[in-house]
């Protein structure tokens, strides 16, 4: 048996050309991060691959990118590679945590040594790339600037020992990435919303899909405008599409006073995690 564990990210910036790629995509230019929330894998020898799911509602078929990882894994290997494969979900889904992109990631490299087939790190950076624009930062996920439709990864070496605290709330709903995508340029701002750009530890933060999402979700502008407000919070922004929010704090404490006040005030039924961003080995 060998266990992998998949970190969740946060978008700490995210800008998006306005115009349209051929292929449908955008360009953007993301700044991205790892969090300490994460998914696990189990992987064990099988004579058919197979997928198990701890968490109700998440697909174990062929629709899974875990799936899809090992299918694209075979196109290039050339063979079946067999493994039952159990997964752990912490991440929630369609949150804008890269959760589905993450796991997509470990399975690719799990499958690389587990199977001994050595493939270059350029080689898995070309199957995640099929798979999804955020699952190649997964192979190396370090701090980094994204760009291209976020499959083009460069890590950020000067924010290699950057960390901060971090709390984290997410409603019950999930977004569609293309929905968000979609509507970019056809949204209207929400007034009284702060949607500029912060300045902390000389990194912006800033995402261009707050306004299409916000637009729909006017909760999550709630949720970021009352992040803001809390004592402790320096930056609050969404994360990718949503439905996440989050705030960078100064100290642990604060992080966890936030939280616990935002299921008082805002919503019991929120997920709510308190960690860090860029957790520091
Ligand atoms: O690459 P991924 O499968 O994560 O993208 C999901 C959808 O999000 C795409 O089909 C596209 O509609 C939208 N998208 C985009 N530009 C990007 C990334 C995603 O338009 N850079």
Redesign the pocket.
């Known amino acids: 048996m060998a266990t992998y564990t998949a970190p969740a990210k946060v978008n700490l910036s995210l800008r ?1 050309s306005s115009k ?2 051929e292929d ?5 230019d993301i700044l991205m991060a790892p969090i300490d929330l994460y998914d696990t894998l189990e992987f064990n020898n099988s004579r058919t691959t197979t997928l198990a799911c701890d968490m109700p509602g998440v697909p174990t078929d062929e629709s899974n990118l875990v799936f899809k990882a090992v299918r694209e894994f075979e196109k290039v290997y050339g063979r079946k590679a067999k493994q039952r494969i159990a997964l752990t979900k912490a991440i929630p889904h369609g949150a804008g945590l890269g959760g589905g ?1 993450a796991d997509a990631a470990v399975t690719l490299k799990a499958l690389n040594e587990i199977l001994g087939t050595n493939y270059a790190p350029e080689e898995l950076q070309t199957m995640a790339a099929n ?5 190649p930062f997964f192979l190396n996920p370090v701090v980094s600037r994204c760009t ?4 083009i990864v460069t890590p950020e070496p000067q924010l290699a020992g950057w960390s901060r605290p971090l709390v984290l709330l997410k409603p019950q709903f999930a977004v569609s ?2 929905y ?3 509507n970019l340029t056809c949204s209207r701002r929400l007034k009284g919303i702060n949607y500029g750009t912060q300045v902390l530890d000389d990194i912006q933060f800033v995402n261009e899909l707050e306004r299409p999402v916000f637009a729909k979700f006017p909760v999550l502008a709630a949720m970021k405008t009352w992040l803001l407000e809390q004592e402790g919070a320096r930056v609050a922004l969404m994360s990718g ?1 949503g439905s996440s929010v989050f705030a960078l704090t100064d100290t642990p404490e604060q992080a966890k006073a936030i939280a616990e006040k935002a299921r008082q005030e805002l919503d019991p039924t929120l997920f709510v995690h308190c960690g860090t961003v860029n957790p520091q080995p």
């Open positions: 998006v349209q790629r449908g995509y955008h360009n953007v992109s798979l999804g624009s955020d699952v291209g439709r976020g499959e990435t293309p968000a995508y979609k599409s």
